[in-house]
């Protein structure tokens, strides 16, 4: 992202943030819009309508659900990206309905068990999204979908920590603040999950996003390295001893191959060479002190967990039609019309990120980290397949065979 983009979109939220903070974000209504809005509405309240009564006389005939760790019915993790063959890898939209066809349960796969937001008491959205998933690009969206849809867009909560974990103190802290937020409000929290249940609280609905965890760890390299970080560094930091110009202009292909500290991703490490936000799992893992070694099992089984019964949706930004459309239909009250408002900006959202240039990390190199993070990956995919799971149980597609 360039600097001059960065700089201003922080500016903006920071905006929003003193701004609005506890209202609504207002958008600008243009009559046009608004009728060609209400004709695609009516036709979608039919078309849900037609497609609600039709699940509905599905579900009732089924009776078992399957769920296991695996999202896709399997109790270990025989199902990953390296095992699948070549030709119909699982972790893609078609691979699992493939899947899921050949094995026979396909016809097991509805809404119902797939759907969390059932269990919610508020009607709260936390959506604690990890560092470095590109949900930055979801926000205009979320902006257009506040007014559309009448929800509030929370972007601070009460707890201002570095810290990777919070304290009990904290949790609670957190928790009895998110009860009290008017209902219909989405907050963007930087926390990991949090057991409202635990504290005896209402569980609110949970979201999060997923990316491919060596290109969050990639991005996340490069963010470190840029000039603005430099800044910061200093500011932070006066006086201390800078880190020489080579530090700072090493590719991360470079910084692996020279086995640099911050380029090592040591297994179960929990304390970290510079700051950083390889263990995506975490935020999906809670707030034990167990959920922090690196790539470790244990974190990524109560990840999976977690992700399997507490959140309505997990979705990822390299599927965005999925994940609008899986929004779109297990949260409908926050998410209704999305898809449609995303098609509608998605020019001044692409604009935004034109700059976005990919970093170049070589095969071998990627291939050498990947090796490091087998529990991360496990992770993603169990995500992915869920969300493709998800998507298949609302029967949209009759194109897939
Ligand atoms: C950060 O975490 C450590 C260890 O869990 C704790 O001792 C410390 O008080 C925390 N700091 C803050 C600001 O919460
Ligand atoms: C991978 O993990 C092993 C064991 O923790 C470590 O020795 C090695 O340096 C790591 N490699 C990379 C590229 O992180
Ligand atoms: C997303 O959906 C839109 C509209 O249905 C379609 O034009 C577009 O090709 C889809 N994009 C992807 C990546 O599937
Ligand atoms: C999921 O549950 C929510 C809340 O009960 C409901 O509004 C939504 O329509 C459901 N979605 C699906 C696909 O079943």
Redesign the pocket.
Same mark, same amino acid.
């Given at each position: 992202m360039s600097l001059g983009a960065d700089r201003s979109y922080k500016m903006k939220l920071r905006d929003v943030e003193n701004a609005f903070k506890y209202r609504r974000i207002p958008y600008p209504k243009r009559s046009v819009e608004l009728i060609a809005l209400l004709a695609i509405s009516c036709t979608f309240f039919l078309f849900m309508h037609t497609n609600k009564l039709n699940s509905r006389l599905k579900e009732m005939e089924v009776k078992l659900q399957p769920s296991e760790f695996s999202a896709l019915g399997l109790t270990s993790n025989h199902v990953s990206g390296h095992d699948a063959g070549k030709h119909d890898d699982i972790n893609t939209l078609h691979g699992t309905y493939q899947y899921l066809k050949s094995t026979g349960q396909l016809r097991r796969v509805r809404p119902i068990y797939l759907n969390n937001t059932r269990f919610a008491g508020l009607e709260v959205i936390v959506f604690n999204r990890p560092t470095r998933v590109c949900t930055e690009q979801m926000m205009p969206l979320l902006r257009q979908l506040s007014t559309m849809n009448d929800m509030n867009v929370v972007l601070n909560g009460p707890v201002r #920590?570095m810290?990777r974990?919070r #304290?009990e103190k904290?949790q609670e802290t957190e928790i009895a603040w998110t009860t009290e937020l008017e209902s219909g409000t989405l907050y963007i929290a930087h926390s990991n999950w949090l057991d409202f249940k635990s504290f005896g609280y209402k569980k609110p609905i949970y979201l999060s996003m997923v990316r491919d965890p060596i290109d969050r760890v990639v991005h996340d390299y490069y963010k470190r390295h840029s000039r603005t970080k430099r800044q910061i560094y200093r500011r932070m930091f006066p006086g201390q001893r800078e880190r020489p110009e080579e530090w700072y202009l090493q590719s991360f292909n470079q910084c692996v191959r020279n086995g640099s500290p911050e380029c090592q991703f040591i297994q179960h490490s929990v304390t970290d060479y510079v700051e950083d936000f390889k263990r995506q799992s975490l935020f999906f893992c809670g707030n034990h002190l167990n959920c922090l070694p690196f790539n470790s099992p244990h974190a990524v089984q109560e990840a999976k967990s977690r992700v399997e019964k507490e959140y309505s949706v997990v979705g990822t930004w390299e599927e965005k039609n999925i994940t609008l459309t899986v929004l779109e239909k297990y949260v409908p009250r926050f998410f209704n019309h999305a898809r449609f408002l995303y098609k509608l900006h998605s020019n001044s959202i692409r604009n935004r990120n034109r700059n976005n240039r990919k970093p170049r990390v070589d095969p071998d190199v990627r291939e050498m980290v990947r090796r490091n993070f087998t529990n991360e990956y496990e992770f993603y995919y169990f995500c992915k397949q869920r969300l493709y799971k998800q998507y298949l149980a609302l029967q949209l597609e009759d194109n897939l065979r």
């Open positions: #920590t810290n974990t #304290t904290q």
